[in-house]
């Protein structure tokens, strides 16, 4: 809301704590710093000072730490006041209260990162990229929240808006000029091409995505009566998947969703993988499909059965944690079954209660810390951004092969599609609906 009126919010996760931040930004900070703490007005900027905080009847709320950031030099480039009070919640709620007798309101979610979004301390990028580096699991995920919160993918994009405009302006001239009969001076389709890709390649680390967010895809699989619907029960502590004695149980795929620590989990059951044909090969097809966009996979064994298979070779290379399921039977399976070494390996039946609860820790202790990217990867673009980077990738593709063919008119057409495209990825073209869903997901006092 830019209503000129200055907002606060607890910034600090609500509870008891050593201390608690309450944050205020707008044009009455001054006042609250001079009526409210008694401090001298101007305030010196960003010296943290120990103050009284007295309410507007006189009463002493708390002795607290006091900061002031005068606009722009600011987080949200407005003077912004930071108050560390003890993390009472009754003393945060009287400091609150209190603010608001001043004329203060309650900050919207992520309204001081808005702030400074439309006081341009941050383009969009970076500004999603606050609430990145806050859910941001593993130091990974955190590297790559923090690459974005620098503003990475603004300065990668930075020089192809100066590449897309430079070709505008020239096919435009071109289309200009077209009559006078000079010699063409355009051959850049190659360019054009180049740039095309490179904006499609970051549209892809959108794969990486789910590892940043903190949501992790973990997939069971298997042959055919392993236990893997079993389990899934067993993990989500609910009767959710069919589990029978007939191999070919499950077809479709299920999704259950658990929280493992501090990961938001869609578990994934699917059909037992075997040779088939029709509908059990449509099953598997879709069960290769789920494997592929695992971050973890769960390769469930019956180990009662001489014929347990293990994984084949092509998932080798992915996370994964082998099951050995039916231990309450006699171990019968074929010592060569080949397990990957990097795969952990966990012995359980799903007929024992406490293995449930046991195999659900287990994962825990295992996620724990983890990263789920690949080396050396630098960005994960969100959908939103992935979406926006295709776009401009495939107009750009398009304007390569329409210059080939000297469309020039359309060409440019594409061109301007492609910034168009660019331009509301970082922001630059103003649209409400975008910006208050994407805030919509921020907590109060980001
Ligand atoms: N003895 C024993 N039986 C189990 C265990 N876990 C599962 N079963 C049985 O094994 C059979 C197959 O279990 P499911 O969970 O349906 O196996 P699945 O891997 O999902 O099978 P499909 O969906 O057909 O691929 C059922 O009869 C289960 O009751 C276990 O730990 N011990
Ligand atoms: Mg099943």
């Given at each position: 809301?830019?209503?000129?009126?200055?907002?606060?919010?607890?910034?600090?996760?609500?509870?008891?704590?050593?201390?608690?931040?309450?944050?205020?930004?707008?044009?009455?900070?001054?006042?609250?710093?001079?009526s409210?703490?008694?401090?001298?007005?101007?305030?010196?900027?960003?010296?943290?000072?120990?103050?009284?905080?007295?309410?507007?009847?006189g009463?002493?709320?708390?002795?607290?730490?006091?900061?002031?950031?005068?606009?722009?030099?600011?987080?949200?480039?407005?003077?912004?006041?930071?108050?560390?009070?003890?993390?009472?919640?009754?003393?945060?709620?009287?400091?609150?209260?209190?603010?608001?007798?001043?004329?203060?309101?309650?900050?919207?979610?992520?309204?001081?990162?808005?702030?400074?979004?439309?006081?341009?301390?941050?383009?969009?990028?970076?500004?999603?990229?606050?609430?990145d580096l806050?859910?941001?699991?593993?130091?990974?995920?955190?590297?790559?929240?923090?690459?974005h919160?620098?503003?990475?993918?603004g300065?990668?994009?930075?020089?192809?808006?100066e590449?897309?405009?430079?070709?505008?302006?020239?096919?435009?001239?071109?289309?200009?000029?077209?009559?006078?009969?000079?010699?063409?001076?355009?051959?850049?389709?190659?360019?054009?091409?180049?740039?095309?890709?490179?904006?499609?390649d970051?549209?892809?680390?959108?794969?990486?995505?789910?590892?940043?967010?903190?949501?992790?895809?973990?997939?069971?699989?298997?042959?055919?009566?392993?236990?893997?619907?079993?389990?899934?029960?067993?993990?989500l502590?609910?009767?959710?998947?069919?589990?029978?004695?007939?191999?070919?149980?499950?077809?479709?795929?299920?999704e259950?969703?658990?929280?493992?620590?501090?990961?938001?989990?869609?578990?994934?059951?699917?059909?037992?993988?075997?040779?088939?044909?029709?509908?059990?090969?449509?099953?598997?097809?879709?069960?290769?499909?789920?494997?592929?966009?695992?971050n973890?996979?769960?390769?469930?064994?019956?180990?009662?059965?001489?014929?347990?298979?293990?994984?084949?070779?092509?998932?080798?290379?992915?996370?994964g944690?082998?099951?050995?399921?039916?231990?309450?039977?006699?171990?019968?399976?074929?010592?060569?079954?080949?397990?990957?070494?990097?795969?952990?390996?966990?012995?359980?039946?799903?007929?024992?209660a406490?293995?449930?609860?046991?195999?659900?820790?287990?994962?825990?202790?295992f996620?724990?810390?983890r990263?789920?990217?690949?080396?050396g990867?630098?960005?994960?673009?969100?959908?939103?951004?992935?979406?926006?980077?295709?776009?401009?990738?495939?107009?750009?593709?398009?304007?390569?092969?329409?210059?080939?063919?000297?469309?020039?008119?359309?060409?440019?057409?594409?061109?301007?599609?492609?910034l168009?495209?660019?331009?509301?990825?970082?922001?630059?073209?103003?649209?409400?609906?975008?910006?208050?869903?994407?805030?919509?997901?921020?907590?109060?006092?980001?």
């Amino acid at each position: 809301m830019a209503d000129g009126t200055t907002f606060a919010a607890l910034s600090t996760p609500p509870g008891m704590s050593g201390i608690a931040v309450l944050r205020l930004s707008g044009p009455g900070c001054r006042n609250i710093f001079s009526s409210a703490l008694q401090l001298a007005n101007p305030p010196i900027p960003r010296m943290a000072t120990a103050a009284t905080y007295r309410a507007r009847n006189g009463e002493t709320l708390d002795r607290v730490l006091v900061t002031f950031f005068f606009g722009p030099n600011s987080y949200t480039g407005d003077d912004l006041l930071e108050i560390s009070c003890h993390g009472n919640p009754a003393i945060v709620e009287a400091i609150l209260s209190d603010l608001l007798l001043r004329g203060c309101r309650m900050a919207e979610p992520g309204e001081f990162t808005r702030t400074a979004f439309r006081n341009g301390k941050l383009d969009l990028c970076q500004a999603e990229a606050v609430a990145d580096l806050i859910h941001a699991r593993g130091t990974a995920a955190i590297r790559i929240a923090q690459r974005h919160l620098a503003g990475e993918l603004g300065k990668r994009l930075a020089s192809a808006v100066e590449i897309l405009r430079d070709m505008r302006a020239r096919v435009e001239a071109e289309l200009e000029f077209s009559d006078d009969g000079r010699e063409s001076f355009l051959s850049p389709s190659e360019q054009l091409l180049a740039l095309g890709k490179l904006l499609a390649d970051l549209a892809a680390t959108r794969r990486h995505r789910p590892a940043v967010d903190g949501t992790l895809r973990l997939v069971l699989l298997g042959a055919p009566n392993a236990g893997k619907s079993s389990l899934f029960n067993a993990l989500l502590a609910r009767d959710r998947a069919i589990v029978s004695q007939t191999a070919g149980t499950t077809r479709d795929f299920l999704e259950g969703e658990l929280a493992l620590g501090p990961w938001r989990v869609a578990l994934v059951d699917t059909a037992g993988i075997c040779e088939g044909d029709g509908l059990e090969q449509l099953a598997v097809e879709k069960t290769w499909e789920q494997a592929i966009a695992a971050n973890l996979l769960l390769w469930v064994l019956d180990a009662s059965s001489s014929n347990a298979v293990g994984p084949p070779q092509k998932l080798f290379k992915k996370n994964g944690i082998a099951i050995w399921n039916k231990c309450d039977l006699p171990f019968l399976a074929n010592a060569a079954v080949e397990i990957p070494p990097h795969w952990p390996q966990l012995h359980l039946s799903t007929r024992r209660a406490a293995d449930g609860a046991a195999a659900k820790s287990f994962l825990e202790n295992f996620l724990h810390g983890r990263d789920f990217l690949p080396d050396g990867e630098e960005l994960a673009v969100t959908l939103r951004q992935g979406q926006l980077l295709q776009d401009a990738a495939n107009a750009v593709a398009a304007a390569a092969g329409l210059w080939t063919e000297r469309t020039l008119d359309l060409a440019a057409e594409e061109l301007r599609r492609a910034l168009c495209a660019l331009d509301s990825l970082l922001g630059r073209r103003e649209n409400d609906a975008v910006l208050d869903q994407l805030f919509a997901k921020f907590c109060i006092g980001k």
